[in-house]
């Protein structure tokens, strides 16, 4: 049973020479969202294409170019709010936000401020021992991303690529309900892995395809409860936004180290700047970037070429009836129906294609023997590969190895030997025990036989076993080595235990 609280979930303390302090931390995740063209044109999204190759006359801002909404893009909004447990807006409305980057020709970004096509929801993150946070989730909206400024392939010059220009970004906005660096790292985990279940976005941090804005800011202890009670940010402290983090431990060092820096300004009597901040992962420090804006500084207003976004309900609704099962609910279910443990549980449905590649590989097999299968053979095998599960052994192979140790054909040692050479020539689990000569020995006779060899040969460790029965174990071990593991462990340990006497 999960405990689950956003009203007093346990803070990050940190303590000062004044006193201790705690962490709070906001998130907005930047999510690309998955869709094959852009938010107002039809120019392709895909990553890794040649510079300003993927750019429409739209993208480049030229004149007399009017956006056109790609319905896919919305249907995926909608969908990820669904996900989230968070209220679909049936009506909703894009702004301008007004700004000058060299990567941005708009000189604008098409966002949306004042009506969100999703509203409140949450995210469950699991932080161990049954212990979960309900992280509350303050609205999603679409907006198009800008482009990318190169500054490393010039010593005089940068370079302007405009293929992300117009690429669509789904920003989850959280409440700063985020107790603590672990706490943030695990929130940006869970909701990558809510949106690949979904479909929506495929959550390569490395490409940037999801990146995290963190607001940190400090306070006293019992103001954040405070805030609760009261909903007045102003108990939390002034924040400063970290931009654009792509990686889980560097959202947690970025953290750590703003919390500090502000903590070491507050107890030196100064007053903490409300900007934006950059993370330097060599140096481990967070660096100024500019003031932080607010609204008014964008000179948000209206779209004039978008009319307002309405959306029927029957639309919702049908996009609800398709959705697919997501973390949570496969994880209790592979727990109710597998008899799974809650860590296996959660390793097979870490990862939306892992979960798959655990039902296909099941053939009606014993699901707690496919699971330890998977998670202490193939998965070991794969994370030293630096490949998938899929790669190192097709589902079919998994069920034709299982099936065999189900039936006795192969003991589970010899059954590790099996994917082994699986793994090393590609050919059939089958085949390769019977070619091998590697299937289990069933016959009593044969096993007793070297049960009586082994105890005779050994007269003094069976007086040793006699006093102690744990012993009886070397005999087991003496006997499967004999048969080169192909006896039956269970035959084995019977017929020691019966010709010892225990």
């Known amino acids: 049973m999960l405990d689950l609280s956003f009203d007093a979930p346990k803070p990050k303390v940190i ?27 039809g120019a392709s999204t895909t990553f890794g294409a040649e510079p300003n190759s993927n750019v429409s006359f739209i993208d480049a801002a030229m004149p007399g170019m009017l956006p056109v909404i790609n319905e896919f893009c919305i249907e995926q909004a909608v969908r990820t709010g669904l996900g989230l447990k968070a209220q679909i807006n049936l009506r909703s409305a894009f702004d301008r936000k007004n700004y000058f980057y060299p990567d941005n020709p708009q000189g604008y970004q098409i966002s949306q401020l004042y009506h969100p096509i999703v509203g409140e929801g949450e995210v469950i993150v699991e932080m161990g021992a049954g212990i ?25 010059m940068s370079f302007i690529d405009l293929n992300r220009t117009g690429v669509p970004l789904m920003e989850i906005v959280s409440r700063p309900d985020i107790r603590g660096p672990e ?32 607001n940190v800011s400090v306070c006293r202890p019992g103001q954040y409860e405070k805030y609760q009670e009261t909903q007045d940010f102003g108990h939390l402290g002034t924040r400063c936004e970290i931009k654009n983090m792509n990686s889980m431990r560097f959202i947690q060092q970025a953290i750590d180290y703003e919390a500090r820096r502000q903590i070491a300004i507050l107890e030196d009597g100064g007053k903490v700047d409300q900007e934006t901040r950059l993370y330097d992962p060599d140096k481990g420090e967070t660096r100024s970037m500019r003031s932080k804006e607010e609204a008014q500084d964008y000179r948000y207003f209206p779209d004039p070429d ?53 039902e296909e590989s099941l053939g009606g097999g014993d699901g707690k023997r496919t699971a330890n299968w998977i998670i202490n053979e193939v998965l070991g095998r794969a994370n030293k590969a630096e490949v998938t599960p899929r790669q190192i052994a097709a589902p079919a192979v998994n069920t034709a190895i299982l099936s065999m140790v189900a039936k006795d054909e192969i003991s589970t040692k010899i059954a590790k030997d099996v994917l082994e050479i699986h793994v090393e020539t590609g050919r059939d689990p089958n085949e390769i025990v019977e070619t091998e000569g590697m299937k289990q020995v069933t016959d009593t006779g044969a096993i007793e036989a070297a049960v009586d060899e082994i105890i005779a040969a050994n007269p003094a460790q069976v007086e040793k076993a006699k006093q102690n029965p744990k012993l009886a174990g070397w005999f087991v071990g003496q006997v499967m080595k004999a048969t080169g593991g192909k006896a039956n462990p269970a035959a084995v340990n019977a017929l020691v235990t019966a010709k010892l006497g225990l």
């Open 15 to 41: 303590a000062g020479a004044t006193g201790d302090w705690e962490l709070v931390i906001g998130m907005e995740i930047h999510a690309q969202v998955s869709t094959q063209a852009k938010l107002f044109s």
């Open 306 to 358: 978008l009319l307002p976004l309405e959306i029927e309900q029957d639309w919702v609704d049908a996009i609800a009836a398709s959705m697919p099962e997501l973390p949570d609910a496969k994880k209790a279910r592979f727990m109710s129906d597998f008899g799974l443990t809650d860590y296996d549980a959660s390793v097979l449905t870490a990862d939306v294609e892992l979960a798959r590649y655990f």
């Open 183 to 214: 706490e943030a790292a695990a929130y940006v985990g869970k909701l990558r892995q809510i949106l690949r279940y979904l479909g929506t976005c495929d959550g390569n941090m490395q490409n940037g395809n999801l990146r995290a804005d963190v």
């Open 132 to 156: 979960a946070r309900v992280v509350r989730i303050e609205r999603i909206h679409v907006e198009q991303d800008a482009g990318k400024s190169i500054h490393d392939m010039d010593p005089n």
